[in-house]
């Protein structure tokens, strides 16, 4: 199970596909939604309202799901 590099929290797929999307697709660590959220110094729902645009759009990491570390 992949988990936050700064705060070691569990990973759901979103929060890994939504890393890949807005900072790096070749990230190979993860950060979870809220320090996401710290980096960018924005709130949770604006990183929530994101995934929900991504899956609107279709985009491929999100339908696809990301299913790593197995
Ligand atoms: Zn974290």
Not at 11 to 39: G, H, M, N, P
């Amino acid at each position: 199970m992949a988990v936050c590099k700064n705060c070691g929290a569990t990973l759901c797929a979103d929060e890994i596909s939504v890393f890949l999307k807005l900072v790096s697709r070749e990230a190979k660590t993860y950060l979870c939604k809220q320090c996401l959220a710290d980096t960018f110094h924005c709130d949770t729902a604006l990183i929530d309202r994101k995934i929900e645009q991504f899956k609107r759009n279709g985009c491929l990491l999100f339908t696809l799901g990301v299913q790593k570390n197995e």
